[in-house]
Structures are given as structure tokens and as C-alpha cells.
């Protein structure tokens, strides 16, 4: 059970920061429209804040499929799940400072820093309650 469990909340994960794909294909100017569905005022377009949103997009896409490969073989890579979990909360913090020091309205600041604080911390402490292979018998790898 805590094994579905922890899967699920790396596939949320894997899908809350695998949505940024979306970021690094979408011209310009849809990539703005949707930052101000967000909330975001319009944007001019610049050429840096073009390159910075595909680098950010790109990154946050990256860790979405590792915790996509988390989610697929968690008895593989076992060891890397409570860090992904810690990565998750860390980020809810950052999230939360900022957000209130911007006094940024609800919408998608609590959504962003909920997602990371619930699916970070059920991500730490179901893989710190579950029984994991013992590999310490095994060749190490060369």
C-alpha cells in the first residue's frame, strides 16, 4: 500500500514539473498569454526572458522525468527518493518566503507551494516508511 502510495505522489510529481514542457515548445507569445492567465501582467517580448524562460522550462522538465524514472523503478533507485522528497519541501519554501514577501494574490502561489509541501512530504515519509532491498551483497558496479 505505501508503495502505490509513494508512486502516485512521484507521478503527481513528475507531472507538476513535467507541465513545463510546454515552456520550451510554445512560441513566445502563447507562453505569455498563459504566464498571464497566471497572473503575470504582459510581457514584452526580450530576447533574455525568451532564452530564461526555455532554460527554466528545460530544468524543471528534466527533474519532472526523474521523478517520472523514480516513480517507474522506486526499488532501483530507492536511495534518490528522499532526496527528491527534500527537493519538493525546499522548494515550498522558497515558494512560500517569496510569495508573501510579493504578497502575490492565491492563485497559483498557495496551488504551487501546497503541491510542493503535500507531495514533498508524503514523497519523504512514505519512502522513509517502506522496506527497500538490501543490495550491501552486491559487486559494486565499475
Same mark, same amino acid.
Given at each position: 500500500?505505501?508503495?502505490?502510495?509513494?508512486?502516485?505522489?512521484?507521478?503527481? %510529481?513528475?507531472? %507538476?514539473?513535467?507541465? *513545463?514542457?510546454?515552456?520550451?515548445?510554445?512560441?513566445? *507569445?502563447?507562453?505569455?498569454?498563459?504566464?498571464?492567465?497566471?497572473?503575470?501582467? +504582459?510581457?514584452?517580448?526580450?530576447?533574455?526572458?525568451?532564452?530564461?524562460?526555455?532554460?527554466?522550462?528545460?530544468?524543471?522538465?528534466?527533474?519532472?522525468?526523474?521523478?517520472?524514472?523514480?516513480?517507474? =523503478? +522506486?526499488?532501483?533507485?530507492?536511495?534518490?527518493?528522499?532526496?527528491?522528497?527534500?527537493?519538493?519541501?525546499?522548494?515550498?519554501?522558497?515558494?512560500?518566503?517569496?510569495?508573501?514577501?510579493? *504578497?502575490?494574490?492565491?492563485?497559483?502561489?498557495?496551488?504551487?507551494?501546497?503541491?510542493?509541501?503535500?507531495?514533498?512530504?508524503?514523497?519523504?515519509?512514505? *519512502?522513509?516508511?517502506?522496506? =527497500? +532491498?538490501?543490495?550491501?551483497?552486491?559487486?559494486?558496479?565499475?
Amino acid at each position: 500500500m505505501h508503495l502505490r502510495l509513494l508512486r502516485l505522489f512521484l507521478g503527481f %510529481a513528475a507531472f %507538476a514539473w513535467g507541465i *513545463s514542457v510546454f515552456g520550451v515548445f510554445l512560441s513566445w *507569445s502563447a507562453a505569455a498569454d498563459v504566464l498571464q492567465g497566471l497572473g503575470a501582467h +504582459p510581457i514584452a517580448y526580450d530576447r533574455m526572458l525568451d532564452y530564461w524562460l526555455r532554460m527554466a522550462a528545460g530544468a524543471f522538465t528534466l527533474i519532472g522525468c526523474w521523478y517520472f524514472v523514480l516513480m517507474i =523503478w +522506486p526499488q532501483r533507485f530507492h536511495a534518490a527518493i528522499p532526496w527528491f522528497g527534500g527537493l519538493m519541501l525546499v522548494e515550498g519554501v522558497v515558494l512560500l518566503v517569496h510569495g508573501l514577501r510579493l *504578497s502575490l494574490p492565491p492563485f497559483p502561489f498557495y496551488a504551487d507551494t501546497a503541491a510542493c509541501f503535500v507531495g514533498g512530504g508524503a514523497i519523504l515519509y512514505l *519512502s522513509r516508511h517502506l522496506r =527497500w +532491498p538490501d543490495h550491501s551483497s552486491e559487486r559494486p558496479l565499475r
